[in-house]
C-alpha cells in the first residue's frame, strides 16, 4: 500500500470534502510543483547528486525555503542510501512523505486551544493587507457553525475603515462587535469587549489589532500593552494568538513571523490567499523553520472557506496526480494478480 493509498484509508466522508477543498485550492502550486518533480523523475532515471541539484531549485522556486530545503535534501539522501534507492521513480513517494513529516509533529497542534472552562480570548496579528480582518470573520464563521457564542472586538483603531470591515464580517458571521471611536486606544476597546463578553457568557472573544508594521516599535509596544491587558483580565489568556500570513508574499511572509514572534509570543499561523499563489511551500518553511504550526489556511473568498490545516489533505492537494497515478498502479497490479 502506497503512502496515498494510507491516507486515502482514514479519510471519512468529512475529511474527504475536506481534501478536495485543498486539492482545489492548491491548484497553481501544484502546477509549479508537482508537475516540476514528475518532469525531474521522468529526465533521471538513476538518483543522483545531480537528480538532487535540480530538486533543490525546484522547492527553492516554490518558496519552501533554503535552510528548509537544505535539511529536506539531506533527509531524501539519507533515506534513500538506507532504502538503497537507486531508481528515481522510486523516490517519489520518499519526497512525498518527508515532505508530510516536516509539515506537523503531532495531530493535535494544528487544533485552536479553545477554553473548556469560561471564555477563550483569540488575538489575532499581521500586517495591513495580509487578510486579517477577513480572517476573523470567516473564523467567527466557522465557530458559530460549531454551536459557539463568539464576540468581535474592533481593536485595530488606527487603519481607516478597519472597524466598519469588521463589523460587514460580525454581520454576515453573525457576531456582535465591540467598538470605540477611529483612533481610540486598541487596549481600552479589547478591554471593554473582554467585560462584555463575561457578562454575557461568550464562549470566544476574537480580537483584531492593528498591522503597521512599519511603526515596528509602537506596534510591537501596543500589541504588549492589549496582550497585558488581557492577561490581567482573563487570567490565562490569550488562550491563542494568531499570526495572519498572506502566502502570495512568499518569502516575506516568512520574515514578518520572524518579527511578530519576538515580540506577540505567536501560538499558530493562519495563511491566508493560498488558493491564488504558486508558493504554496512557504508552508514548509514557516513550520520548521520557526517551529510554529500552521492551524488554518484561506482556501478561497467565501466565509466557509477557512479551514482546519490538514497536512494529509495539503500533501494530498499537491500531489494528487502523483496519488491517481498510484491508484491506477494498484488497480492494474490487483487485475494481474487476479
Given at each position: 500500500m502506497n503512502f496515498f493509498s494510507k491516507i486515502k484509508s482514514k479519510w471519512t466522508k468529512q475529511t474527504e470534502a475536506v481534501s478536495e477543498k485543498f486539492h482545489d485550492g492548491l491548484s497553481k502550486t501544484r502546477k509549479s510543483l508537482s508537475e516540476k518533480v514528475n518532469n525531474l523523475v521522468k529526465r533521471y532515471r538513476k538518483v543522483d547528486e545531480a537528480f538532487f541539484e535540480e530538486l533543490e531549485d525546484i522547492l527553492i522556486e516554490s518558496d519552501v525555503g533554503v535552510a528548509t530545503v537544505m535539511d529536506l535534501s539531506e533527509k531524501l539522501k539519507d533515506e534513500a542510501r538506507s532504502?538503497?534507492?537507486?531508481?528515481?521513480?522510486?523516490?517519489?513517494?520518499?519526497?512525498?512523505?518527508?515532505?508530510?513529516?516536516?509539515?506537523?509533529?503531532?495531530?493535535?497542534?494544528?487544533?485552536?486551544?479553545?477554553?473548556?472552562?469560561?471564555?477563550?480570548?483569540?488575538?489575532?496579528?499581521?500586517?495591513?493587507?495580509?487578510?486579517?480582518?477577513?480572517?476573523?470573520?470567516?473564523?467567527?464563521?466557522l465557530l458559530k457553525k460549531e454551536g459557539k457564542s463568539v464576540l468581535l472586538a474592533a481593536a485595530d483603531t488606527f487603519r481607516a475603515g478597519a472597524i466598519d470591515q469588521l463589523e460587514v464580517w460580525g454581520s454576515r458571521a453573525g457576531a456582535d462587535v465591540i467598538k470605540h471611536q477611529e483612533g481610540s486606544d486598541p487596549a481600552s476597546v479589547v478591554y471593554d469587549a473582554i467585560q462584555a463578553a463575561k457578562s454575557r457568557g461568550t464562549d470566544v472573544l476574537l480580537c483584531d489589532t492593528a498591522g503597521r508594521l512599519q511603526n515596528k516599535v509602537n506596534l510591537m509596544k501596543e500589541l504588549e500593552k492589549i496582550k497585558r491587558v488581557i492577561s490581567r483580565e482573563c487570567p490565562g489568556a490569550p488562550h491563542e494568538v494568531l499570526l495572519v500570513l498572506d502566502a502570495t508574499t512568499g518569502q516575506n511572509a516568512l520574515?514578518?513571523?520572524?518579527?511578530?514572534?519576538?515580540?506577540?509570543?505567536?501560538?499558530?499561523i493562519v495563511l491566508t490567499k493560498l488558493d491564488g499563489t504558486a508558493k504554496g511551500g512557504i508552508v514548509l518553511a514557516i513550520r520548521h523553520e520557526l517551529d510554529l504550526p500552521v492551524k488554518m489556511v484561506g482556501l478561497g473568498e467565501k466565509i466557509s472557506d477557512l479551514q482546519t490545516f490538514d497536512a494529509d489533505a495539503f500533501i494530498y492537494g499537491l500531489f494528487s496526480e502523483m496519488f491517481l497515478q498510484g491508484q491506477d498502479e494498484e488497480s492494474e497490479a490487483s487485475e494481474k494478480d487476479e
Open positions: 532504502r538503497n534507492i537507486k531508481d528515481s521513480e522510486n523516490l517519489k513517494e520518499v519526497i512525498i512523505e518527508v515532505l508530510s513529516g516536516f509539515l506537523t509533529k503531532n495531530a493535535e497542534e494544528t487544533r485552536l486551544n479553545l477554553n473548556s472552562d469560561g471564555l477563550t480570548v483569540i488575538l489575532m496579528v499581521g500586517v495591513n493587507g495580509a487578510g486579517k480582518t477577513t480572517t476573523i470573520g470567516k473564523l467567527a464563521g520574515n514578518q513571523a520572524k518579527i511578530f514572534r519576538q515580540a506577540s509570543d505567536v501560538t499558530g
